[in-house]
C-alpha cells in the first residue's frame, strides 16, 4: 500500500486511487488485516479533505465494503454455489441441513444451525454461513436454490450501501 500511496501521491482522481488499491492491495490482502484498508480509506479521508467519524461511514462515502461485509457476502455466495452443485462437493452438501418447519412462522429460516458450544465451532463455515443465510428472509427475491450466485452477490453488496443489510 505504501508503494501506492508513495507513487500515486501526485494523482487527483480518487477514482484512480481507489482501482489501484483494490487492483493491487486488497485482491491480495483479501483475508488480511482489516487495518490496511482502514488506513487507505483514511488516506483517501486525508486527500479529499473531509471527515466522517466511522470506518464503515467512510467506506460508504468511498463506496467501498468492509473487508468483514465481503467476508460475509463471499460465504453466502459459496454456500449458494455449493447448494446449488455449481462447486462438486458432496461432502460440504451433505453438510447443510434445510430447516422445514412444522408450523407457520413469523421469521422463517431456511437452513438449520445446530447449537455451538465452543466459538470455533461456531465460527466454522458451514455453521457461520448458515446464519447468514437465516438472515437473508427480508430478501424475498433471493432463493438459495435458484437465484444465480452473483444476483446474491450484488443484491448484498447494493443492500449494505443502501443500509438495510445488517448480515
Known amino acids: 500500500m505504501g508503494f501506492v500511496m508513495r507513487t500515486c501521491s501526485q494523482f487527483t482522481s480518487i477514482k484512480v486511487l481507489k ?26 479521508q486525508y486527500r479529499c479533505r473531509v471527515t466522517d467519524s466511522c470506518y464503515e461511514a467512510r467506506c460508504h462515502r468511498f463506496h467501498m ?3 468483514h461485509k465481503r467476508r460475509e457476502i463471499a460465504d453466502i455466495v459459496f454456500l449458494v454455489k455449493i447448494a446449488q452443485n455449481l462447486i462438486e462437493s458432496p461432502e460440504l452438501l451433505s453438510k447443510i441441513n ?12 431456511y ?9 470455533y465451532r461456531r465460527n466454522s463455515f458451514i455453521v457461520r454461513s448458515a446464519y447468514d ?33 445488517t448480515v
Open 133 to 165: 443465510v437465516n438472515k437473508l428472509v427480508t430478501f424475498p427475491d433471493l432463493d438459495l436454490f435458484n437465484t444465480k450466485p452473483l444476483h446474491f452477490k450484488n443484491t448484498l453488496a447494493k443492500s449494505w450501501f443502501e443500509g438495510s443489510l
Open 65 to 67: 465494503l468492509p473487508l
Open 19 to 44: 482501482i489501484l488499491y483494490c487492483s493491487i492491495v486488497r485482491s491480495i490482502l483479501e483475508y488480511c488485516s482489516q487495518s490496511i484498508q482502514r488506513r487507505f480509506i483514511r488516506y483517501l
Open 98 to 109: 434445510l430447516k422445514i418447519p412444522t408450523r407457520t412462522v413469523r421469521r422463517p429460516v
Open 111 to 119: 437452513l438449520d444451525t445446530p447449537r455451538c458450544a465452543t466459538n
